[in-house]
Every structure is written in C-alpha cells, then in structure tokens.
C-alpha cells in the first residue's frame, strides 16, 4: 500500500456546489495531517492542519478517520477560484519527514 | 519579507552538465528541505537539513548533493545531469525539524536535461 494514496481526479463541479477528498494514508503513528493546495504551476501552500478529529476553517473542513486510516477535506459553496490540486500530506514511515500524497485536481466551474 | 527565494526559474541543461540550485529563505528557520515534483507522483524528499552545519538524504538522493551553506542558504548541486531528473524542483522551510511544523515553498524551478 502507498505510504498516501489520493484520486488524482479531476473533479469537475458547478460554483456553489459541496465537494469532498478523500486521501488515506498507511502509517498507523501518524498524528498531524495537512492540506495543502498548489494552483497550476506554483508552489504548495498551507490550506488546513488536522491534528485530532477534524478542523473546520470557513468554507473548508477537514476531518480525519483514524480507525480507517483516512482523512477528507470538504469544501462547500465551491468558487471558481478554489480550482486547484489539493494536496494530503501525512508524517512519513521513516523519521519524522512528511509524505506528500500525488494531489486531487478540483475544477469548479461557472 | 520575500519568504523561500529559488534561482533560477528555468533551466535546460544538456545531459553529463552540472549545475547547482540555489535556495534561500529569511524566515530564519532552522530545517530547510529539497523536493522534486513529478507528474503524478507527488513531491519526493531529496535532501533535507534539519538545522545549520546537517544534511541527511531523503526518499531519492540518488545523483544529487547540497550544501547547508549558513542558515538562510541550502543549495542543490546536479554533478552530470541525466533526463531522469528533468522535473521541477522546489525548496521548503520550516521553524524545526518535525512533521507538525508548517513547510514553506519557494516559487520552484523547472529543469530540462535534453
């Protein structure tokens, strides 16, 4: 099983619409998560950090499932301008490193 | 405050030529990472100084070596480029060491090896 394993996509969804990621990782340990966006041809930022159960940020919730090994982001009343690769990024297997999954691509669409 | 500055953007190199990456950060954190993007695979770990004066390798070191040169300053050196590292390449950097600390990204540069 890969260390992070996200759909790279494309999700394709009209504005205002609720759309959700799933990413699930495979290091039991792991005990902070982040979400991280990268728009085209740019370098990733920082979107949310999940340390317990979840987080919720504005339009933006990320929660995480540890019996199943998975974290989601969601994110409501989608705008054109949250179209971006989202990117799940978990403590890695070997030291203290992370791991970054290969990203969800999100279009939304007027 | 200009964050996580790289040098060059583009680069196209012909393969066995050397160059080297330049990154630097004046956030005055202590670890600062290498990382290459590929399609689809997500970024990969080359090489990271966790504080001034270390280096250990990452998940692909194969082919490359840095230098920590002070603490705002952590270069990436291809000795004989292959096209297999044609890639984009971006530098990071965080407060410590550890996977709760936030990482920092530089704009990136593409590299080419024809």
């Known amino acids: 099983r890969k260390e992070v394993e996200q759909d790279p996509g494309p999700f394709n969804v009209p504005e205002g619409a609720t759309v959700a990621f799933n990413c699930t990782y495979s290091?039991?340990?792991?005990?902070?998560f982040f979400w991280y966006r990268q728009d085209c041809r740019k370098e990733p930022k920082l979107l949310m950090s999940?340390?317990?159960s979840g987080n919720e940020d504005g339009r933006f919730t990320a929660q995480l499932n540890r019996a199943s090994q998975y974290i989601s982001l969601l994110i409501r009343d989608s705008k054109l301008s949250d179209s971006a690769t989202y990117l799940c990024?978990?403590?890695?297997?070997?030291?203290?490193?992370?791991?970054f999954g290969g990203g969800t691509r999100l279009m939304v669409k007027p | 405050n200009a964050g996580v500055t790289q040098t060059p953007k583009f680069q196209v190199l012909k393969t066995g030529q050397s160059m080297t990456l330049q990154c630097a950060q004046d956030m005055n954190h202590n670890s600062m990472y290498w990382y290459r993007q590929d399609p689809g695979m997500g970024l990969r770990l080359i090489y990271y100084s966790a504080s001034e004066g270390t280096t250990d390798k990452g998940e692909v070191p194969n082919g490359y070596n840095v230098s920590r040169l002070n603490k705002r300053e952590f270069s990436l050196r291809l000795e004989s480029a292959a096209p297999s590292q044609t890639s984009v390449y971006f530098c990071?950097?965080?407060?410590?060491?550890?996977?709760?600390?936030?990482?920092?990204f530089g704009p990136g540069t593409r590299l080419t090896v024809t």
């Open positions: 290091n039991s340990a792991s005990q902070s």
């Open positions: 990024v978990v403590p890695g297997n070997a030291g203290n490193m992370l791991t």
């Open positions: 990071a950097s965080s407060e410590d060491r550890g996977p709760w600390n936030e990482q920092y």
């Open positions: 999940v340390y317990s």
